[in-house]
């Protein structure tokens, strides 16, 4: 794809290798160039945006002076990596990113050997970048490993375990901080800048080795002249924590001053054992409106440069998301009930909770990527009185899953879960698709597990499940639902009870969850009977037992994976009561879906009305027993 700007070094470019033969003095402004570049690329495609342009400087420098791909480089999440893909020989097919069949939205080992690691959940680079360093270590290999990783990123228990193990093994491994979560204080500039590159030095290191050798022997002298650098670091600098961890510290640095950047990293890879390079860096540098509003160009869909981000002209009143549903319900319900608490790992807009935050922001929790962390805190809030709802993406607790169930399942505490992202998510691709919750909450006891099936259906789940003295979990989708009218006034629903939308013949489909209409849409061409079984746990029993009696085959539907998924028990209902029945079990297939649109990826696994159909069909066949699809 052509872009109307011109970038004469950027062309030349097509692997790091054609970085490296460039003179240094040209880096500067090849950083003008690719950023320039990635403005209008990701402006015509959308993308992750804000985080790209304030690694610019970085990625130039890292490629410029590592061997990549024999040295490693892990990125963590992948939301900063946008720069390392046009460097990498992908820059003509960037305008696809994240389209289906397109680039993939985060570093991914099969789509290029500089993808050294596939991300997609935050604050695993370290210990991928520790495992490869041991790799290298074990096998011979002198290939050096970095980790790359935000402010944010840092805020994970994982990221300190992974700090912990490299210091104590003296791993030769580089971790960079990249910190864009602050303005660059006073201790960044010149003066910060040359302490870094003396910190780095070969006379410094030497002289820090001698004096420790020299010392040892006299060990209070030793103990003293430790100590005294360590004050006289942590006067000027953050570092003493990670001088803790075993690493040696330096920054923090300009992450846009390149020379600087270049110097020091060129400086580090000369020494030995851990090391931590601590550079401050601004998102969406170079970008004025991303600069001013970071979160807003964070991810963005096409826009006009000249413009950037403008609202929308007034439309007609848009279906509000099943995340807008749940932000209103939790400010309602917590007018209501002073006990309700509210917590999210980092996720606020994304799950809806912004008005809560500026309404309620006593009762309000961000805990930061930390989301073992966040259902234990909810845990505890529990025991003593309060009422947490944890606002959580599907993708996300598969990392809290120890936490759900020791410390509120085995508890049998009633903490109410919002699981958002439910099913097919869409362009972050399989990382990020919530096709397992069903399958690993299913298994659990003493827990109630909610699936709407429209707008209204989830409002008043999440007042059901609030209202229980147990765990409880009501997961729904991105994006809206059927636009259905959603109801002021709450009320519990009869738990474990399933409603029939449809009264037809010879078949009954079972629906869970989000995918209601796909199931009546298929039941008008069928005449069958169509279930909005609502309670994925515990089962409609009952139900289930109408529907053998009275349909020659029943089909189970649901936006998780069938194995272990709410079709499973419905079979193992059955075989507990020995009923001998047709039931077939459709959902997610086994295989990972690729990434684009939550329409695409739904059309791939074949959770459409089409796809249904010939599910269908493939187990009667057209004028089968009882001629049941007959109609097709």
Same mark, same amino acid.
């Given at each position: 794809?052509?872009?109307?700007?011109?970038?004469?070094?950027?062309?030349?470019?097509?692997?790091?290798?054609?970085?490296?033969?460039?003179?240094?003095?040209?880096?500067?402004?090849?950083?003008?160039?690719?950023?320039?570049?990635?403005?209008?690329?990701?402006?015509?495609?959308?993308?992750?945006?804000?985080?790209?342009?304030?690694?610019?400087?970085?990625?130039?420098?890292?490629?410029?002076?590592?061997?990549?791909?024999?040295?490693?480089?892990?990125?963590?999440?992948?939301?900063?990596?946008?720069?390392?893909?046009?460097?990498?020989?992908?820059?003509?097919?960037?305008?696809?990113?994240?389209?289906?069949?397109?680039?993939?939205?985060?570093?991914?080992?099969?789509?290029?050997?500089?993808?050294?690691?596939?991300?997609?959940?935050?604050?695993?680079?370290?210990?991928?970048?520790?495992?490869?360093?041991?790799?290298?270590?074990?096998?011979?290999?002198?290939?050096?490993?970095?980790?790359?990783?935000?402010?944010?990123?840092?805020?994970?228990?994982?990221?300190?375990?992974?700090?912990?193990?490299?210091?104590?093994?003296?791993?030769?491994?580089?971790?960079?901080?990249?910190?864009?979560?602050? $303005?660059?204080? %006073? @201790? &960044?500039?010149? /003066?910060?800048? +040359?302490?870094?590159?003396?910190?780095? =030095?070969? !006379?410094?290191?030497?002289?820090?080795?001698?004096?420790?050798?020299?010392? $040892?022997?006299? %060990? @209070? &002298?030793?103990? /003293?002249?430790? +100590?005294?650098?360590?004050?006289?670091? =942590?006067? !000027?600098?953050?570092?003493?924590?990670?001088?803790?961890?075993?690493?040696?510290?330096?920054? %923090?640095?300009?992450?846009?001053?390149?020379?600087?950047?270049?110097?020091?990293?060129?400086?580090?890879?000369?020494?030995?054992?851990?090391?931590?390079?601590?550079?401050?860096?601004?998102?969406?540098?170079?970008?004025?409106?991303?600069?001013?509003?970071?979160?807003?160009?964070?991810?963005?869909?096409?826009?006009?440069?000249?413009?950037?981000?403008?609202?929308?002209?007034?439309?007609?009143?848009?279906?509000?998301?099943?995340?807008?549903?749940?932000?209103?319900?939790?400010?309602?319900?917590?007018?209501?009930?002073?006990?309700?608490?509210?917590?999210?790992?980092?996720?606020?807009?994304?799950?809806?909770?912004?008005?809560?935050?500026?309404?309620?922001?006593?009762?309000?929790?961000?805990?930061?990527?930390?989301?073992?962390?966040?259902?234990?805190?909810?845990?505890?809030?529990?025991?003593?009185?309060?009422?947490?709802?944890?606002?959580?993406?599907?993708?996300?607790?598969?990392?809290?899953?120890?936490?759900?169930?020791?410390?509120?399942?085995?508890?049998?505490?009633?903490?109410?879960?919002?699981?958002?992202?439910?099913?097919?998510?869409?362009?972050?691709?399989?990382?990020?698709?919530?096709?397992?919750?069903?399958?690993?909450?299913?298994?659990?006891?003493?827990?109630?597990?909610?699936?709407?099936?429209?707008?209204?259906?989830?409002?008043?789940?999440?007042?059901?499940?609030?209202?229980?003295?147990?765990?409880?979990?009501?997961?729904?989708?991105?994006?809206?639902?059927?636009?259905?009218?959603?109801?002021?006034?709450?009320?519990?629903?009869?738990?474990?009870?399933?409603?029939?939308?449809?009264?037809?013949?010879?078949?009954?489909?079972?629906?869970?969850?989000?995918?209601?209409?796909?199931?009546?849409?298929?039941?008008?061409?069928?005449?069958?009977?169509?279930?909005?079984?609502?309670?994925?746990?515990?089962?409609?029993?009952?139900?289930?037992?109408?529907?053998?009696?009275?349909?020659?085959?029943?089909?189970?539907?649901?936006?998780?994976?069938?194995?272990?998924?709410?079709?499973?028990?419905?079979?193992?209902?059955?075989?507990?009561?020995?009923?001998?029945?047709?039931?077939?079990?459709?959902?997610?297939?086994?295989?990972?879906?690729?990434?684009?649109?939550?329409?695409?990826?739904?059309?791939?696994?074949?959770?459409?009305?089409?796809?249904?159909?010939?599910?269908?069909?493939?187990?009667?066949?057209?004028?089968?027993?009882?001629?049941?699809?007959?109609?097709?």
């Amino acid at each position: 794809m052509n872009y109307p700007i011109k970038t004469p070094l950027l062309d030349g470019i097509n692997s790091p290798a054609d970085l490296r033969k460039l003179p240094e003095s040209d880096l500067v402004s090849l950083a003008s160039e690719l950023r320039e570049f990635l403005l209008h690329s990701v402006s015509t495609s959308g993308g992750h945006f804000a985080a790209g342009l304030g690694t610019i400087e970085l990625t130039i420098a890292l490629h410029y002076i590592f061997n990549t791909p024999d040295d490693r480089l892990v990125w963590d999440v992948g939301h900063q990596a946008y720069p390392h893909k046009i460097l990498t020989g992908r820059k003509d097919r960037m305008h696809t990113i994240r389209q289906w069949q397109g680039l993939a939205p985060f570093p991914k080992r099969d789509e290029s050997e500089y993808d050294t690691f596939g991300v997609g959940h935050s604050s695993t680079s370290i210990s991928a970048a520790l495992g490869m360093a041991i790799a290298a270590q074990q096998t011979g290999s002198d290939r050096k490993a970095v980790a790359i990783i935000g402010d944010g990123g840092l805020t994970a228990g994982m990221a300190f375990e992974a700090l912990n193990h490299a210091g104590d093994i003296g791993a030769n491994l580089l971790v960079i901080l990249n910190d864009n979560n602050m $303005s660059i204080s %006073p @201790n &960044v500039g010149a /003066l910060s800048n +040359r302490f870094a590159q003396l910190l780095s =030095g070969k !006379i410094y290191t030497t002289m820090k080795k001698g004096s420790k050798k020299v010392l $040892s022997k006299m %060990p @209070n &002298v030793w103990e /003293l002249a430790r +100590r005294a650098e360590e004050h006289m670091k =942590g006067l !000027i600098m953050p570092g003493t924590l990670f001088e803790e961890f075993g690493f040696n510290y330096i920054g %923090p640095i300009d992450g846009h001053d390149l020379p600087t950047l270049l110097t020091t990293i060129r400086n580090i890879n000369k020494l030995e054992g851990p090391q931590f390079l601590h550079i401050i860096t601004r998102k969406g540098k170079g970008y004025a409106p991303a600069e001013e509003d970071p979160v807003k160009y964070h991810g963005v869909t096409p826009f006009d440069p000249d413009k950037g981000i403008v609202p929308s002209p007034k439309k007609e009143p848009k279906k509000p998301t099943y995340s807008d549903v749940f932000g209103s319900w939790v400010c309602d319900m917590a007018a209501m009930d002073k006990r309700l608490v509210a917590i999210t790992p980092a996720m606020r807009e994304g799950s809806g909770l912004v008005r809560f935050e500026q309404e309620y922001p006593d009762r309000y929790f961000d805990v930061a990527i930390a989301e073992q962390h966040s259902v234990t805190v909810a845990a505890g809030m529990a025991c003593d009185g309060l009422k947490p709802v944890v606002a959580i993406y599907s993708t996300f607790l598969q990392r809290a899953y120890d936490q759900l169930v020791h410390d509120v399942v085995v508890q049998s505490l009633p903490v109410l879960f919002a699981i958002d992202r439910a099913g097919a998510v869409g362009a972050d691709g399989p990382t990020h698709n919530g096709s397992y919750d069903l399958s690993f909450m299913r298994c659990l006891p003493n827990i109630v597990i909610m699936a709407p099936a429209d707008e209204n259906e989830c409002r008043q789940m999440l007042y059901t499940g609030f209202r229980l003295d147990q765990p409880a979990a009501v997961r729904y989708p991105r994006g809206t639902g059927m636009g259905v009218e959603i109801q002021k006034e709450m009320m519990t629903l009869p738990v474990g009870k399933a409603v029939i939308r449809r009264q037809g013949k010879g078949i009954a489909i079972l629906s869970f969850g989000a995918l209601l209409q796909t199931a009546l849409d298929v039941a008008e061409e069928l005449d069958a009977t169509v279930v909005n079984m609502r309670f994925v746990k515990p089962l409609d029993e009952e139900m289930v037992l109408q529907l053998v009696s009275g349909h020659d085959l029943l089909v189970t539907l649901e936006d998780n994976v069938v194995q272990g998924g709410a079709g499973s028990g419905v079979n193992e209902f059955l075989a507990d009561r020995g009923i001998v029945h047709p039931v077939i079990n459709y959902g997610m297939p086994d295989r990972l879906l690729a990434h684009g649109s939550r329409e695409d990826m739904l059309k791939d696994a074949g959770l459409t009305k089409e796809g249904l159909l010939a599910f269908i069909q493939r187990h009667t066949g057209k004028g089968g027993a009882n001629k049941i699809v007959s109609s097709i």
